[in-house]
């Protein structure tokens, strides 16, 4: 009993100094027992259950250092991430594209992202494991699957979201990569050929199935997974 | 009552001399702070066991913070990459310049790879300590302290802000106001020898009261490479105390704007006794104002030092960033000083978004100690074939590897700027060569 209100008293000094020196009230601490505005609840010190529930698959350490992550971004202190929250990172602003990627973040029309939507997103780059790879196929496929993981690029090429890849928008996407060090007639004849090989239904586009089909032999497990150090 | 209380005073007084404003007049010390120092190891490393001790017998892991970042980042180019992903890809020739629908793979992977960890903005907030120091500004791990642990922090509140904390503000009261007065009065003195030598004891004995009213351990290492007359001093930024820090083992002609308030009376103080480089806001823009100024003042051998800090900005000491040219283009010998914090006893940053400068000197006063190493490495000049931009970074890596210290090509001012475009342009162009060629 004692232990206990000696404890929250050292954890309410805590909170009190730093609510007092943050300028917005309900700051959220990301360690020991916090509110999660973003995620709608409290949540307790507990592995995430409801982020194991999402099947996002990350270990218990991993989630913590995320969460790290998330709050040290979040500098308005109220849970979500806004877009300039992920352009003050100097080598994502540097990406040349940086901004399509931020965009994955946001879901449809949305310029805020909680702790679980980043998770979401971040849950796509976790790496193959062996044991994953045999399971069965009742449940949802995991989100670190190669097949959404190839969907994520493909959305990236896909601007607008109607599950195809126009000549208009591999245009955009390529001028986005080169900036200003090729003429349009050479994007457009490279978009043109890409186009012309990956294409299989003749409607001058590229659907998934065709994307997936172009880059069969690529070793995506590999090249589109982040390996956590610890 | 009274009697007790003025008793009391009068006691503190009489300590607080002797053991403290003595010493710090003639340079010389009683060991006291070391001692300290040491109890204080011992009290944190029972500290952390007693955390482990707690964490495990719940059966949870504990919250440990990793300095050399979480994710596994590969030291490749963007050539070598893509060049990998498409190897993988297709058994087409890697010489021919080409567009592939998957190269975006690098991007993307190198996108959200810094969206989880980057170099840059976590030098901007105060480093993680993997050890508890009794203060709960840096405990993370608040469920698995016993009540042992409890009762030993709020001891540890009760001294530091009911005796520590009124020593250290009576000292830094004293301090202030003796290098004010003392500089003054300096400075009516007509010019000569026996006024650069008061001027210089006096403002020796004032940093050195300040540095025993942040109680301040410093070790100096090299000290046969301290700076000399006509030369540039550049070191690490921290924190505002680096000043107090260097200058209370040398004597130095200061840099910097002119500021309102306590520090503008200060600097008006100081530049009487001797002279100090101040600008005014206005000039502070004009780059060639300010490189003729110091050009003048290096030129002349009868006069100090100059103390610079080429970053701009305070960076939490894990890393050392960008060097501005401006210092590096007069052509004087630069004296690099390497300044390495121990965060365990109190953390010297200065998060300037976070913290006014009030704010900071209260959580400074309110620690249990500064603890640093100031390594004096020998002198360097520009060479012939190297421009100032090449030389400012050769200082900056001797700094960066002596400190122990991560050397970054990234500017300071990303604290509060955006990332120029030329670098997006940069890496736009290394892309337009692997599709097209040259």
Known sequence: MLLGRLRGLMFAWHTTRRKLSSSQPGAASPFGSWRC?????????????????????????????????????????????????????????????????????????????????????????????????????????????????????????????????????????????????????????????????????????????????????????????????? | VVNLLGISITVLFTLLLVFIIVPAIFGVSFGIRKVYMKTLLKIFQWATLRIERGAKEKNHPLYKPYVNGIIAKEPTSLEEEIKEIRRSGSGKALDTPEFELSDIFYFCRKGIETIMDDEVTKRFSAEELESWNLLSRTNYNFQYISLRLTVLWGLGVLIRYCFLLPLRIALAFTGISLLVTGTTVVGYLPNGRCKEFLSKHVH?????????????????????????????????????????????????????????????????????????????RSEVRDRHLVAKRLTEHVQDKSKLPILIFPEGT?????????????????????????????????DAFWNSSKYGMVTYLLRMMTSWAIVCSVW??????????????????????????????????????????????????????????????N
């Open chain 2, 376 to 437: 004096y490495l020998p002198p360097m000049t520009r060479q012939p074939e190297e421009d100032a931009v090449q030389f400012a970074n050769r200082v900056k890596s001797a700094i960066a590897r002596q400190g122990g210290l991560v050397d970054l090509l990234w500017d300071g001012g990303l604290k509060r700027e955006k990332v120029k475009d030329t670098f997006k342009e940069e890496q736009q162009k290394l892309y337009s060569k692997m599709i097209v060629g």
């Open chain 2, 204 to 280: 020796l004995m004032c940093y050195r009261i300040c540095v025993r009213a942040l109680t301040a351990i410093i070790t100096y290492h090299d000290r046969e490479n301290r700076p000399r007359n006509g030369g540039i001093c550049v070191a690490n930024h921290t924190s505002p105390i680096d000043v107090i820090i260097l200058a209370s083992d040398g004597y130095y002609a200061m840099v910097g704007q002119i500021h309102g308030g306590l520090m503008g009376v200060i600097q008006r103080a100081m530049v009487k006794a001797c002279p100090h480089v101040w600008f005014e």
């Open chain 1, 37 to 230: 505005e973003g995620c709608g609840g409290d949540l307790a010190w507990e592995p995430f259950l409801w982020l194991r529930e999402a099947k996002v698959g990350f270990s218990h350490s991993q989630i913590t250092r995320l969460y790290s992550r998330f709050t040290s971004l979040d500098k308005g202190e109220n849970g979500t991430l806004s877009r300039e929250d992920f352009q003050r990172i100097p080598e994502l602003a540097i990406n040349p594209l940086g901004d399509r990627i931020i965009n994955a973040f946001f879901p449809e029309g949305e310029d805020q992202v909680n702790f679980r939507g980043f998770m979401r997103t971040l849950a796509h780059f976790r790496p193959i494991e062996d044991n994953e790879k045999s399971k069965d196929q009742n449940g949802p496929e995991p989100l670190n699957s190669r097949s959404n993981k190839l969907h994520f690029a493909f959305r990236l090429y896909d601007l607008d979201k109607d599950d195809k890849i126009s000549r208009d928008e591999l245009l955009q996407v390529l001028r986005m990569m080169v900036g200003v060090n090729i003429s349009d007639e050479q994007l457009g004849s490279i978009a043109d050929r890409t186009i012309q090989e990956a294409d299989q239904d003749g409607d001058s586009a590229i659907s998934f199935a065709e994307f997936v089909k172009v880059l069969e032999k690529v070793d995506v497990e590999q090249k589109m997974s982040i390996r956590f150090l610890h």
């Open chain 2, 314 to 346: 305070c960076i939490n000491n894990t890393s050392v960033m960008m060097f501005k040219k401006g210092s590096f283009e007069i052509g004087a010998t630069v004296y690099p000083v390497a300044i390495k914090y121990d965060p365990q006893f109190g």
